[in-house]
């Protein structure tokens, strides 16, 4: 016959935490928040391989062990600490999930870390971003949790971007993000970004005109924070430029780019481009539709996931995947189609910046039109989709 009665060792050894027989002391955290706590030597051996190697290698002072973890915070340390005596981990709404995470893994508690990856893979509200990709980014033992917190970041990429904390971000991980096809934002915007990097990385001299969170490049560009003039910058700030975003270049696909965006930065930044690329790219964009056709060439990235299979300013293959949920008569947004699993053909017949007004009586030729308008000076797009073609003697349409 057995029983299962150790839920009532643990309350025994919980109460420990408040009897005055420990031997040792613990400080912990640093600067205007430290704590010292008291425990006891043969428990916290047992429960933590942390533990146990540095008490192996302490002496006592006074009948006592001293130890000191800087590193964690004593609220962080407190919850770790009753879950080693009581076997109970409580993390309460106010406390950083994360950094328990990062001090469990610190003390080798491994149950600890396993649980609470597991709850914020199985939770994606559970991350406040983007606090919590900065703090991933600074933590490479959570490589259980990198891939989803990139991931979270790719679909709103924005909030990464324009964080204040951005241009602090290590080369490396900005580099992964960059690698990442997932990444939903329009390729020159993200050339942007890097450049922004650079100059904060570089060292450059930015005066409020030529760096400023309240300036916008344009209409287009308008969910950039900032503002880039490079009319005042000698050809050694280019170079330097140049250098601290080199490892990172490689990951821009710049044939992911319309005529138009290319042409934008290559007038400005031709000299941080890497050598040879703008006759390989002008070559590629005499190609009638070059974003359906980039060369087939190892050196060459594929179009991200979010690359729209047309040139058009105003709506990504997010958009489209949406849109074509829609025809297909799905609701909401709980089932959108992945841009790569749809089953129609969008072709682009009629730009008003390119075409102007004239080539719209052409429209009734075609079956099955999207007509997708970008309201000015805001960000609302609206559209209207047809399934029977246009009647050209008809010079209102309701939207």
């Not at 919980?14 to 205007?32: A, M, S, W």
């Amino acid at each position: 016959m057995e029983f299962n009665i150790s839920t009532d060792i643990f309350e025994d050894l919980t109460y420990l935490l408040y009897n005055k027989t420990f031997d040792v002391k613990i400080k912990v955290g640093k600067e205007n928040d430290i704590k010292e706590f008291s425990a006891h030597s043969t428990i916290l051996s047992t429960r933590s391989i942390h533990f146990q190697n540095a008490l192996s290698n302490q002496t006592k002072e006074s009948g006592c062990f001293i130890l000191e973890k800087p590193n964690i915070s004593p609220s962080i340390f407190n919850i770790l600490l009753k879950y080693i005596y009581s076997g109970k981990l409580t993390v309460k709404k106010n406390v950083k999930c994360l950094y328990v995470i990062i001090a469990a893994y610190d003390l080798q508690l491994q149950n600890v870390v396993e649980h609470l990856e597991n709850y914020f893979k199985e939770n994606d509200s559970a991350w406040k971003l983007p606090k919590d990709f900065f703090i991933i980014s600074e933590q490479r033992q959570l490589k259980q949790l990198e891939e989803q917190v990139l991931k979270l970041a790719c679909t709103d990429p924005i909030i990464i971007f324009n964080c204040k904390d951005f241009p602090q971000l290590n080369e490396g991980f900005l580099i992964r993000l960059l690698k990442r096809n997932d990444l939903e934002l329009n390729e020159i915007n993200i050339f942007y970004y890097l450049v922004k990097w650079g100059i904060v990385n570089t060292g450059l001299t930015l005066n409020k005109k030529s760096f400023s969170p309240i300036l916008i490049f344009d209409k287009d560009r308008s969910i950039l924070d900032f503002v880039i003039d490079t009319r005042k910058w000698t050809p050694i700030d280019f170079m330097n430029l140049e250098k601290t975003i080199r490892n990172c270049i490689p990951h821009i696909r710049f044939y992911q780019m319309s005529l138009g965006d290319y042409t934008e930065v290559k007038n400005e930044f031709k000299d941080i481009l890497p050598n040879g690329l703008d006759d390989e790219i002008m070559q590629h964009f005499k190609d009638s539709n070059p974003l359906m056709r980039i060369p087939s060439n190892d050196n060459i990235l594929p179009p991200r996931e979010s690359a729209c299979p047309f040139d058009s300013n105003i709506i990504n293959a997010k958009d489209v995947a949406l849109i074509a949920t829609w025809i297909n008569g799905g609701k909401g947004k709980k089932h959108v189609f992945q841009f790569k699993n749809i089953h129609f053909k969008f072709e682009c017949v009629y730009r008003s910046s390119i075409d102007g007004f004239d080539k719209y009586d052409n429209l009734y030729k075609y079956k099955r039109v999207v007509i997708v308008i970008k309201v000015r000076n805001s960000g609302e797009i609206i559209g209207v989709y047809n399934p029977f073609g246009w009647d050209i003697s008809y010079r209102s349409i309701q939207l």
